[in-house]
C-alpha cells in the first residue's frame, strides 16, 4: 500500500485498538492449535465474469473457535463469507477456484448439494432479513423444508432460547417478526439460522445495522453460541473483532491500473497476536488507524 | 436596491400563471369526465328505472329487452359475465403466475429480455383479432371437439372465456412479476441460507411476500374480463342464455351494450335505456373493483419494509 | 428432543445429494408447471399469428388496401377503413396527446401533493384507466353524438371518445416520463432565475420528451386497435368512402375486421385474417417506433 492509498482511505482514530476483556475470549495460551479445522480454504480465488474479485485466500477455520475477517470496505470479505456456503452460486457472473473443505470435503466438487450444505452451515446477513411472517414460522421455515421430523414447538423453543430471545417473544410467536426491534429481529434471524442444526455459522456485519446496546448483546450472545457452534464472522469494526474472536484474518485491497481492486490475504493469525504484535506493517497499519 | 419583482419578471408570473391555469383546467377536466360518465349513466338509467321496476329487473330471469314483448330480468347477462369471468380467471390465474415466477425466480437475464417482448405482443393484440381466433379456431377445433355436456353451437360462453383468458394473462404476468421483483434480494438469500431449494424460497418466501401485489393484479384482471366486451359479443353469440352449462351461447353485460349499440336503437326507448341501466351496473362493479385493489395494495404495502 | 447444535463428525458427513427425493421431484414437477404454462402463453401467441398469416394470405395483396367495402367479397377491401383509422386515430392523437401531458405537467410540476383536490385528481386518473372502454362509448352516444353535442356518428364524436379513452394513460405516461427527469436539472434552473413554468419549459420538458413519445405512441396504438365504445357510434355503419372531413361518417379498420367476422358467407373469412393482418402490421410499427424512440434515448444518457 503506498502512502497516497492510506489517504485516499478513510482513517479512524490514530491509536491502538483497546481490547476489552469478555468472558470467554480465549487468549493466548489457551487457543488450541490442534482443534479440528472445520473449514479449510486453499488458494480461493473469485472472479466476477474476468474482474479477479479475491486473489489467494488461505483460512483455516477451526472448531467451536470465533474467526473474524477484517479489513478495510471493498476487499471482499463478504464475497470470501459467501463461499463457504455457496451463495455466490446465486450470482449468474461469480466464478469459484481453489479448494474450500468441509469437514475434509471439497464443497465445490460434483455431487455436492449446496441446499444441504446451506442446512449445515448456518448464515446471519448484514441487514436482517426475517421473512413477513410470524416469529414461529421464521424458526421453523428451515427445518420445515429440510424435512425435520421433530417437535416443532421444542425446536423452536430451544432455538430461540439459544439466540437469547425466547423470553422477550415466547408469548407473542404467532406475531408478525416485523413488529420486533431492530435487534430483537437480528437474534430472531440467528434463532433461525441455528435451528437447523449447524455446524458453522457465518455472520455477514450482523451488528452494522444496529445501534451500540443491540451490538453488545449480539456480541454477548456469540460467546455463548461458540460453546456449540463454529462461527465466522466478517465486520468492518475492528474493534468488534478484537472484543469477540479468538483467530482474525486482515485483509486489504490491491488496486491495479485499470482502478479494479483485488481482495487478499495479508495476516492470519490468532486474535491477540493481531492485535499486540502483528507481523506485517499493514496489518500494524490498519489496527493502529493510520488508515480506515 | 429592491427585490420585488419587476416588470420583465412580472410579465413572465403572469406567463406562467396563465399556463398553470391552462394545464390545472386539464387535470381537473379528468374529474369532469368521471362525473360525466356518472350522469351519462345515472339519468338515462333512472329513467329506465321508473318505466321497468325493480322487482322485475332483479327477480325475473329472462332478459329480451329489445324484442317484444320485452323482457328485463337481468340474471341471463349477469350469469355470462359470471361465467366468461370465471372461466378467463381459471385460465390466466395459472399461466399467468406460472410465467411470472418463472421470469422472476428462474429465468437468465437474456431468457428474460426474449420473452418479455412476446408477452407485450400478446397484450397488444386488438380483441376483435382475437375475437376472430376464438370463433374460428378455438371455438371449433377445441370446444366443440372436447366439450362433453350437450351440443355447442359456432358460439359458445366456454370459448369466449378461453379467449378472454388469454387476453388477461400479460396483465396477470407483468404485474404478478413487478410484485415479486419488489420483494427485497434480502430476503430470498434468507430463504436460500436457510437451505430452501429455489421452488421453495419461490413459493414459502416471494410468492406470499408479493400476495398483495398478486391479489391486486388478480383483481384488475378480473375487471378488465368483466368489461371485456368485443370478444364476448364475436364468441358467446348473443343470446342471453341463464344456464349451467359453458358450452351454450351467452351473453354477457357488456357484449349486450355492444350488441344493443349495434342495432340503432330510437333515442329515449325503453331499449334505448336499458343500455345505460346496463351500463350503470356495468361501471359500479369495475370501479368498486378497483378501489378494492387500490386499497389492498396501500394497505399491504409497507409490510417488509 | 433432536440436540440443536453441532453434530460433527458423530454423524455422517455426507453432504452428498442429500436433500431428500421427495423434495427433488416437487421441484421438478414445479418447473414443469412453469415451463408449460410459459409454452401455451407463447405458443397461443404463434398459433394466433400463423393462423392469421395463413388464413388471409390469398388476401394479402395490394387490391386490399385500394378496394373499398363490397357486398361481393371478391371485390372487397378496406380502403375506407384505413383512412378512416388514419383521421379518427390522428385527431384522437392531435386532442389527447396535449390535454394529457398539459394534465400531467400541472400534477407533477405544479400542483401541491397534500392538497385534496390534487389527490382526488390522482385517484380519479387511476379510476378512469380501469374503466371498460365500452363506457366510454356509452357516454360518447349520450353526451357526444347525441344529447349535448349532438355531433351524430362522426369522425370527431369517434375522435372524443377514444380521447377519453386514452387520456388516463397518456397522463400516467407522461409523467413517469417526468418523474424521471432528476430533480437536480430543476434545482439549477430555480437557483439561476427562472421561473417554474420556464424551468418547466426550457428543461424538464425537453429532457422528457423521448420518454413522454414512447408514452404517447403506444397511448395511441391503443386507440387504432380500440372497438368496443365505437360500436355504439355508428363505426359499424357500411361505409365505402374515405372520410372528407370531421363531421364525416366513417369507418375504422377493427370495425371492418368485424364486420368480416359477422358476415355469414365463407369467402369473407379470409378478408378478415387479412385485414387483421395489415392491423397487426400497423400496430407493431408503432411499436417499435415507440421502443426506437426509447432506444435511442437511452443511449443519449449513456
Known sequence: MTDKDYAAVRTEKAGPPIRVETPGAMNDAELHNDAEIVFDVVGLSVYYRDFQAVRDIDIPVRQKEITALIGPSGCGKSTILRCFNRMNDLIEEARVEGSVRFHGIDIYQEGVDPVELRRRVGMVFQKPNPFPKSIYDNVAFGPRVGGFRVNMDDLVEESLTRAALWEEVKDKLSESALALSGGQQQRLCIARAIATSPDVVLMDEPCSALDPIATLRIEELMQELKEDYTILIVTHNMQQAARVSDRTAFLTVDVNAVGQRTGYLVEFDTTDRIFTSPARPETEAYITGRFG | ?305 | MTAVGTEGAAVALDIHARTSTRRKVIDAFFKLFLWISLGIALGTLITILIDLITEGWPRLNPALITNMPSARPERAGIQSAIFGSLWVVGTTAAISIPTGVGAAIYLEEFAKRDRWYNRLIELNIQNLASVPSVVYGILGLAFIARGFLSLGFTVLTAALILTLVVLPTVVIASREALRAVPNSLRYGSLALGATEWETVYRQVLPAAVPGIATGTILSTSRALGESAPLLLVGALTFVTFNPDGFDSPYTVLPLAIFRFISEARIEFRPLAAAASVVLLFLLMGMNSLAIYVRSRYEKKLR
Open chain 2, 1 to 305: 436596491m429592491t427585490l420585488r419583482a419587476t416588470g420583465g419578471t412580472r410579465r413572465r408570473l403572469y406567463v406562467q400563471a396563465a399556463f398553470k391555469s391552462l394545464f390545472g383546467l386539464m387535470a381537473f377536466l379528468t374529474v369532469g369526465v368521471t362525473v360525466l360518465i356518472v350522469l351519462s349513466l345515472l339519468v338515462p338509467a333512472l329513467r329506465f328505472f321508473s318505466e321497468v321496476s325493480l322487482s322485475e329487473f332483479f327477480g325475473s330471469a329472462s332478459w329480451a329487452p329489445l324484442f317484444s314483448p320485452p323482457r328485463f330480468g337481468v340474471w341471463p347477462i349477469v350469469a355470462g359475465t359470471a361465467w366468461i369471468t370465471a372461466i378467463a380467471l381459471l385460465v390466466a390465474l395459472p399461466l399467468g403466475l406460472g410465467v411470472a415466477v418463472y421470469l422472476s425466480e428462474y429465468a437468465h437475464r437474456r431468457l428474460r429480455s426474449f420473452v418479455k417482448p412476446f408477452l407485450e405482443i400478446l397484450a397488444g393484440i386488438p380483441t376483435v383479432v382475437l375475437g376472430f381466433f376464438g370463433l374460428f379456431l378455438v371455438n371449433p377445433e377445441i370446444v366443440r371437439r372436447f366439450w362433453p355436456v350437450g351440443e355447442v353451437s359456432t358460439f359458445s360462453g366456454l370459448a369466449a372465456g378461453l379467449v378472454v383468458g388469454i387476453m388477461i394473462v400479460p396483465t396477470v404476468a407483468s404485474l404478478s412479476e413487478d410484485a415479486m421483483n419488489a420483494v427485497p434480494r434480502g430476503l430470498r438469500e434468507g430463504g436460500f441460507a436457510l437451505g430452501g431449494t429455489r421452488r421453495e424460497v419461490a413459493t414459502n418466501v416471494v410468492f406470499p411476500a408479493a400476495l398483495s401485489g398478486i391479489v391486486a393484479a388478480t383483481v384488475l384482471a378480473g375487471s378488465r374480463a368483466i368489461g371485456e366486451t368485443t370478444i364476448v359479443l364475436i364468441v358467446a353469440g348473443s343470446r342471453p342464455t341463464l344456464t349451467w352449462n359453458p358450452g351454450e351461447q351467452m351473453q354477457s353485460m357488456a357484449s349486450f351494450i355492444g350488441f344493443a349499440g349495434i342495432g340503432d336503437q330510437p333515442t329515449g326507448s325503453t331499449g334505448y335505456l336499458t343500455i345505460f341501466a346496463v351500463g350503470l351496473v356495468l361501471f359500479v362493479i369495475t370501479f368498486l373493483l378497483n378501489i378494492i385493489s387500490i386499497r389492498i395494495v396501500r394497505r399491504f404495502r409497507e409490510v417488509y419494509e
